[in-house]
């Protein structure tokens, strides 16, 4: 947090996964005085929220029905997913045969994918987040960047939260507000809701087609499954507070984590620690279940 804001913009965060969704904080201790607020942050950290500022970034076109808490969003109806250049539909009996299933090309897995995963998750967003273009795109390149320690903002623009980041004050110690980490309350719930037996299984499927992907950032000795695997353990090594960890700032608009070993982790692993507590034992449940599922090791 210590780069100047344009700077830091300009590297774009998840996942999951974004995606990398990014609950409150209840554990530190209150006072019976009201907690005096610290003025909304000019200073917008890395993938924290969408503002006026953030036009130095290359994002991709974003329906701004599809961003959660943006207008539109409830009850909207997703418009169809236009097949990629040079890309065959699949018929529902292609995806429902019981005859053996022939490897799906790059091309070919996203037009199907849309279809393939609607019934990963129950989550009213998962519909809206399956409307975006070239998902396993989409997913490839947003591993890669969280395992480079990077926050996937271009792959994952569509999550951003429109809130800023805010802190807040009690008794001198300053904090991330419960608004700013509730912010990712959505897309937190979105992913943990993923069914990870049929994530895993779908995985196996279009695995060929991931693989392509990853070949196409310039990969050719690396799997999609130590991809993953790098990702993975890139977020489950970000240690969870006790309590909210203390920020300092000298002008009130950029903050940094006094603990030095949470100010030293990287962009994607600091945009972790701002999900907060309760969302972080949620996504790090996910991730190890999903790992589980698909037979990947990592250390938790």
């Given amino acids: 947090m210590s780069l100047p804001w344009r700077t830091i913009l300009a590297y774009g965060l998840p996942p999951v996964l974004a995606g990398v969704g990014l609950l409150s904080y209840y554990l530190w201790p209150r006072s019976d005085a009201p907690a005096a607020a610290v003025p909304p942050s000019e200073y917008s950290v890395p993938g924290d929220s969408a503002s006026p500022g953030d036009s130095v970034v290359p994002l991709p ?38 005859e053996p299933l022939t490897p799906l090309t790059l091309v070919e897995a996203e037009a199907a994918l849309p279809e393939l995963a609607a019934t990963l998750s129950a989550d009213p967003s998962w519909g809206q987040w399956l409307q975006q273009g070239k998902l396993l795109q989409r997913l490839v390149r947003a591993l890669d960047d969280i395992a480079l320690g990077e926050i996937p903002l271009p792959s994952c623009a569509f999550l951003r939260s ?32 993923i069914d990870p037996a049929a994530a895993a299984a779908l995985f196996d ?26 990702a993975m353990t ?42 907060g507590t309760d969302n972080m034992l949620k996504v790090r449940q996910q991730i190890g279940q999903l790992a589980e599922a698909a037979a990947i090791d990592v250390k938790q």
């Fill in 61 to 98: 076109p974003v329906d701004p029905a599809l961003v959660p808490g943006g207008e539109g969003t409830a009850g909207a109806t997703a418009s169809p997913v236009p097949s990629p250049d040079g890309a065959t539909p699949l018929s529902p009996g292609t995806l429902t045969s019981t």
């Fill in 162 to 193: 429109r809130e800023p980041f805010t802190a807040s004050k009690q008794g001198g110690r300053i904090t991330q507000s419960t608004a700013s980490t509730k912010r990712y309350d959505a897309v937190v719930n979105g992913f943990c809701a």
């Fill in 205 to 230: 499927r279009l695995e060929p087609a991931v693989q392509e992907a990853v070949n196409a950032l310039g990969y050719r000795d690396r799997s999609v499954r130590d991809l993953l695997r790098s």
């Fill in 234 to 275: 890139t977020i489950l090594a970000v240690p969870v507070p006790a309590s909210a960890p203390e920020l300092v700032t000298n002008d009130g608009k950029l903050y940094r984590w006094a603990d030095l070993e949470l100010e030293a982790l990287s962009d994607v692993q600091k945009l972790f620690l701002r999900l």
